[in-house]
C-alpha cells in the first residue's frame, strides 16, 4: 500500500537554531509532495507544493530562504526549517499525492522550540 | 476568504449512534473531496474520498454524501464506537492542485 515517512518525528531546537526533516514515499510514484504545518489548533498551513517538472512552490507567509527544500525526486523530500523561533513550533507535515488525487500524509515531525 | 467549512466543531454521540459531520466549500471547481481521521499524535489518515461525479460513496460505516448545486458535503458514520473518536477533517482539491482543509471536527464517541 502507499505509505509515506517522515524523520524524525520529534524534534527539539534552540531558539535561531535549524533542524532538517526527510519525507519518503513508499509503495506508489508520487506525483507531487506539499509540505504543511499543522498548528496546536490543527489548522493546516501549506508551506510549499512541488509537482512533476516543475518549480517547487511556496505560498504567501513561507519563503524559501526561510524553509528550503531539496528533492532528488518526488519519492524523497527533505525540508530545513532555518533560523527556529517559538512562532515556528507545530507538526510538519508531508503529503505525497499519487496521480491527480488522493494525498497520503507521513506522520509528521512535531518541532518544538526552546 | 476560507475554502473549506466544517461543522460542528465539536460532536459527542453514543456507542452505536451515527454522527454526521458536515462540510462546505467555496470554489466550484473542487472537484474531489477527502476526509482525513487524525488521532493525536498523528498525521492524518485517508478515511474516504468522493470526486464531484458522484453524490455518494460508502466504504463500510463511513459514507459520504455530497450535494454539488448547494456545494455540501457530509459524513455519516454509522454504529460510532468509541475507537472512531477522533478529528476528521474535510479537505478539497482541483486535478493536481493543492488542497484546502477545513479546521475539523472532533468527534467523540462515549461507550
Known amino acids: 500500500g502507499a505509505l509515506v515517512y517522515q524523520y524524525p518525528r520529534r524534534t527539539i531546537c534552540k531558539s535561531g537554531t535549524s533542524m532538517r526533516m526527510e519525507c519518503q514515499a513508499v509503495?506508489?510514484?508520487?506525483?507531487?509532495v506539499a509540505w504543511y504545518r499543522q498548528s496546536p489548533q490543527k489548522t493546516f498551513e501549506l508551506i510549499a507544493l512541488?509537482?512533476?517538472?516543475?518549480?517547487?512552490?511556496?505560498e504567501q507567509n513561507f519563503t524559501q530562504e526561510k524553509f528550503p527544500i531539496s528533492h532528488p525526486n518526488l519519492s524523497f523530500s527533505s525540508m530545513t526549517v532555518l533560523n527556529a523561533y517559538l512562532e515556528d513550533r507545530g507538526l510538519y507535515l508531508c503529503?505525497?499525492?499519487?496521480?491527480?488525487?488522493?494525498?497520503?500524509f507521513g506522520p509528521g515531525t512535531r518541532l518544538t522550540v526552546l | 476568504q476560507q475554502q473549506v467549512r466544517q461543522s460542528p466543531q465539536s460532536l459527542t454521540v453514543w456507542e452505536g449512534e451515527t454522527a454526521i459531520l458536515n462540510c462546505s466549500y467555496e470554489?466550484?471547481?473542487?472537484?474531489?473531496f477527502p476526509w482525513y481521521q487524525q488521532f493525536p499524535g498523528e498525521g492524518p489518515a485517508l478515511l474516504i474520498s468522493?470526486?464531484?461525479?458522484?453524490d455518494k460513496k460508502e466504504d463500510g460505516r463511513f459514507t459520504i454524501f455530497f450535494n454539488k448545486r448547494e456545494k455540501k458535503l457530509s459524513l455519516h458514520i454509522t454504529d460510532s464506537q468509541p475507537g472512531d473518536s477522533a478529528t476528521y477533517f474535510c479537505?478539497?482539491?482541483?486535478?493536481?492542485?493543492?488542497?484546502?482543509f477545513g479546521k475539523g471536527t472532533s468527534l467523540t464517541v462515549i461507550p
Open positions: 503529503g505525497a499525492r499519487a496521480g491527480s488525487y488522493e494525498q497520503y
Open positions: 509503495g506508489f510514484q508520487a506525483t507531487s
Open positions: 512541488s509537482t512533476v517538472n516543475s518549480a517547487i512552490k511556496y
Open positions: 470554489d466550484s471547481t473542487f472537484n474531489y
Open positions: 468522493i470526486r464531484s461525479v458522484s
Open positions: 479537505a478539497a482539491s482541483t486535478g493536481y492542485q493543492n488542497f484546502y
